[in-house]
């Protein structure tokens, strides 16, 4: 469904991303892991049609995400890292507006997946950093896209409200590809059942999840050196 092939992104004289190369297929809940600067949210915006590749090749649905935006970005839900929202909109008004966008007319489930139920009138202003990152990953979620790119989901959100989200993504996944980027590297084993692990640039790892709890520390530390 996604595809990188030799992907190259500069920005000037910096290399942001060299060479790499993924497929990503239904029911795959990867876990995309690396230090800050590694180039996690470079790909995201590769794979969204939001930068242009230097070299290298991104298809969605063996669409250019750069020809087809419209297209592209109506099949994928995405939460970027820095979540913007319109904070002077309420809830209702805020996923309405998405809704409309993205071409349909159901939010309640969305918003009752994600606990947004009890705040839904309140202005988006008036919530705390956690309820707004369930207003972000609501409004991905609109319109039941078959791609999520999820940066930093559960960002923000206390340990009960981590696990919720956990669960969410787990519940979803079946018929979704999902790419999620976290610094909480227990959420991976507990969520992803594919781990690509990336530094400097360059993808380290690609493949199953190490087996053992911690496994995916130990293998992160031993990939990812300071």
């Not at 609109?142 to 787990?170: C, N």
């Amino acid at each position: 469904m996604i595809s990188l092939s030799h992907t190259t992104k500069k920005f000037k004289d910096t290399i942001a991303l060299q060479n790499i190369t993924f497929t990503a297929k239904e029911g795959e809940i990867i876990g995309f892991l690396g230090p800050n600067g590694a180039g996690k949210t470079t790909t995201m915006r590769l794979i969204l049609g939001y930068l242009t590749p230097t070299s290298g090749k991104v298809t969605v649905d063996g669409v250019d995400p750069l020809k087809d935006r419209i297209k592209i970005l109506r099949q994928i839900g995405y939460l970027p890292e820095n979540n913007p929202l319109y904070s002077e909109m309420r809830v209702r008004e805020y996923l309405l507006f998405i809704a409309e966008v993205k071409g349909a007319s159901d939010i309640m489930s969305y918003a009752e997946d994600v606990g947004l139920t009890d705040v839904i009138e309140k202005k988006i202003e008036e919530l705390s950093r956690g309820y707004k990152q369930r207003v972000g990953l609501a409004a991905a979620l609109v319109a039941d896209p078959p791609i999520l790119i999820l940066d930093e989901p559960t960002s923000g959100l206390d340990p009960l409200e981590q696990e919720k989200i956990r669960v969410l993504i787990k519940k979803i996944a079946k018929k979704k590809t999902i790419i999620f980027s976290t610094h909480i590297l227990s959420e991976v084993e507990d969520v992803a059942n594919r781990l690509i692990i990336i530094n400097k640039g360059s993808i380290v790892y690609d493949g199953s999840k190490p087996k053992g709890k911690g496994g995916v520390e130990k293998l992160f530390k031993r990939l990812v050196k300071s």
